[in-house]
């Protein structure tokens, strides 16, 4: 299959919604930006990424391709909106204090956004979708707050991040070897297998990673605007200014990557949960090397969900979907609403 990349932006009606905004949440004042052709549509709720990585976030604004989506299709059918979490892009706050950077923190903020948008838009229950560390908070909601979700679509759903840094490791050992990579080995068995507790471990075994292409994948025919192309949004936003990109990339890796945060990291494990109370999907690239694809198949299998579940993989992508797997799960999370 060849891509050819191709910029895709798209503008809102002025009879619709198309505004970023501040809301105060967790005693924190983030920036959401909502979307929608039709403001009486459903309201849907991406969680971005990273922590501190916001695509699709505020930077989406105008934009389609978004890592692990496409939206230009979305804000026909829902009233989208993509919000910045504490510490990252457009919410970046230097005197945020350390101690609220911690994954109940970003749980609660989420919970209070829901809320703040069933009431905004008169709706009972909203659609929550979320991807790789946003898929944390994602299914702590769907356990938490079933009544406020419609569904939740959990995309490179993150279950144990600890149990996750293992396969890493196992891979990234595996293709410094297959490259004769000794000076990679040698930094890999230095640090030693997870967990990582210390931010300076957590941080550096993510250089490998990064280096072997682990959210990209590429071939002789699946071509790929990688890293470059996902992370050049911020540069082509309406909305971000380079001051805004320098936080996003320095200042809010430093604020948000707490010992306290790593500490939680290592404690996560949602494989325990055993049922489900409302519509729950799973999506994921065949190819993903940086959050492993097969716990999130064991878990769905063994997950009760009496209102239905789904699980989908995505033959052409990794951690960060192909465009034409992007669409394809715009195309999805549409249709999954609507049956």
Not at 107 to 117: A, S
Not at 274 to 281: C, D, G, L, N, S
Request: aromatic residues 12%; contains cysteine; charged residues 25%.
């Amino acid at each position: 299959m060849v891509l050819l990349f191709k910029k895709r932006e798209f503008r809102i009606a002025t009879s619709g919604i198309d505004s970023v905004e501040k809301v105060r949440l967790g005693g924190v004042e983030q920036t959401v930006l909502i979307q929608a052709e039709n403001p009486t549509k459903p309201v849907l709720l991406f969680i971005h990424g990273g922590p501190c990585m916001p695509v699709p976030g505020v930077v989406s604004r105008g934009q389609d391709y978004a890592v692990s989506t496409t939206t230009k299709e979305l804000v026909k059918h829902f009233v989208v909106v993509f919000y910045d979490q504490r510490g990252a892009g457009k919410s970046y706050d230097k005197n945020t204090p350390a101690g609220f950077m911690r994954v109940e923190q970003y749980i609660t903020d989420c919970n209070e956004l829901v809320d703040v948008l069933r009431s905004r838009f008169n709706q009972e229950k909203i659609y929550l979708a979320a991807h790789s560390w946003g898929s944390i908070i994602g299914l702590n909601m769907a356990l938490r707050y079933p009544e406020k979700l419609h569904a939740y679509i959990g995309i490179s759903q993150i279950l144990n991040w600890t149990n996750n840094d293992k396969l890493c490791y196992d891979w990234v050992v595996n293709k410094a070897k297959q490259a004769n990579d000794q000076k990679t080995l040698k930094k890999l068995y230095e640090l030693g297998q997870p967990p990582y507790l210390k931010v300076k471990q957590w941080t550096e075994f993510r250089r490998p990673l990064i280096k072997y292409n682990s959210m990209v994948y590429k071939s002789e025919t699946v071509k790929h605007p990688g890293m470059i192309g996902g992370l050049k949004q911020f540069f082509t936003s309406s909305e971000y200014s380079l001051m805004d990109i320098f936080h996003s990339f320095y200042s809010a890796y430093n604020l948000t990557y707490t010992q306290e945060l790593i500490e939680d990291f290592a404690k996560i494990n949602l494989n325990q949960l055993k049922k489900v109370e409302t519509r729950i999907a799973f999506l994921h690239g065949t190819k993903d090397a940086h959050v492993e694809g097969k716990p999130v198949e064991t878990f769905f299998n063994n997950l009760e969900a009496p209102l239905g579940k789904d699980m989908v993989w995505y033959g052409n992508s990794s951690h960060m979907f192909h465009p034409d797997d992007a669409r394809m799960i715009e195309k999805y999370i549409i249709d999954f609403a609507h049956a």
